[in-house]
């Protein structure tokens, strides 16, 4: 990713204070890349991401909005956007075609532990979905159609909605203000997986089958994995297992380590945060690409 065009102004502004305005040509020496980053204060991190996530949660209000009076809510139309979305709730981004190996239903394999997360009183969680399918994929749509039709005695109304017309716009918004990112591709099927990239740049935090860029990026300290990295079975069992992986991975770790406190700071998540701008700019900007293509290939 060309970290310059992906990356929020307000983290810009945060690099030049601690490596000038050139800081986009330190990106590939890593170790002054991750020395320059832990040098700055939790606060400002997380103030910057706030504010990035209140523009997230006010472009979601804006594009909802019921465009034709009378129009039944659904998590794409609200009549009344208010009050949708809380800057204080653990918000997860879900982004991407709709094909089927992506597998955009596994997150409502089982709707009442879905539910139950997002219902929960004191950590409660929120989805922002978007994406396209192709017009001839009757598969595709008729996902999309399944998950406009969720509708229950829960707050899912509230703390779900889906961005129609999903585009560079729609992606910049959605990049820089989640604080996460999921991706759950079937293996080995994900090529790459440019968005987690644009995501992590920015601090959010990628929960993702371990497959295409995020097995070569994951840490152990920059993200969440689901699952491991073989799966064994017919793919309606390996869907099971992944769903099971992906829910239980959200309930002991994504949603505890969200929530956790201390003195009043979200300081492991912060951390968590900066490792990932830290480990992941470099690795997977084009600056770091186009210098091994130079060094490795064109002058040997």
């Known amino acids: 990713m060309h970290a310059p065009t992906w990356i929020a102004p307000l983290f810009q502004g945060l690099y ?3 490596l000038g305005d050139e800081w986009h040509s330190s ?3 890593t170790e002054k890349w991750a020395s320059a980053i832990w040098n700055i ?4 991190i997380w103030t910057a991401h706030q504010a990035l996530k209140g523009l997230l949660i006010s472009y979601v209000r804006r594009r909802t909005a019921t465009k034709d009076a009378g129009t039944v809510e659904t998590i794409h139309e609200n009549e009344e ?6 800057p204080e709730v653990l918000t997860i981004g879900f982004a991407r075609r709709v094909a089927e190996y992506k597998r955009w239903d596994l997150i409502f394999s089982d709707l009442p532990r879905l539910l139950k997360m997002v219902d929960d009183e004191e950590r409660p969680v929120q989805f922002v979905f978007a994406g396209k399918a192709h017009p001839q994929d009757k598969v595709g749509k008729s996902v999309l159609q399944e998950l406009l039709r969720i509708n229950s005695d829960s ?3 509230r703390r779900a909605v889906f961005i ?3 585009d560079q716009e729609v992606a910049r918004y959605l990049v820089r203000g989640v604080d996460v990112w999921m991706n759950v591709p079937r293996r080995p099927m994900e090529a790459s997986g440019t968005s987690g990239m644009k995501a992590a740049m920015n601090g959010a935090l990628n929960f993702s089958i371990l497959d295409g860029w995020w097995i070569e990026g994951f840490n152990g300290k920059n993200g969440f994995a689901i699952g491991g990295l073989e799966a064994s079975g017919t793919d309606e069992e ?3 297992q992944d769903a099971d992986a992906l829910y239980t991975t959200l309930e002991t770790e994504v949603i505890p380590a969200y929530y956790e406190f201390e003195n009043g700071i979200r300081k492991r998540w912060i951390s968590m945060m ?3 701008i830290g480990t992941l700019t470099p690795q997977f900007s084009t600056n770091r690409m186009v210098g091994d293509y130079l060094e490795r290939i064109y002058k040997n």
């Open 16 to 18: 030049c204070r601690e």
């Open 27 to 29: 990106v590939c020496n």
């Open 41 to 44: 204060p939790d606060e400002d």
């Open 81 to 86: 956007t208010a009050t949708l979305f809380s």
């Open 155 to 157: 707050n899912w109304q």
């Open 164 to 166: 129609e017309d999903y």
């Open 238 to 240: 390996i869907d099971r």
């Open 274 to 276: 900066r490792e990932a």
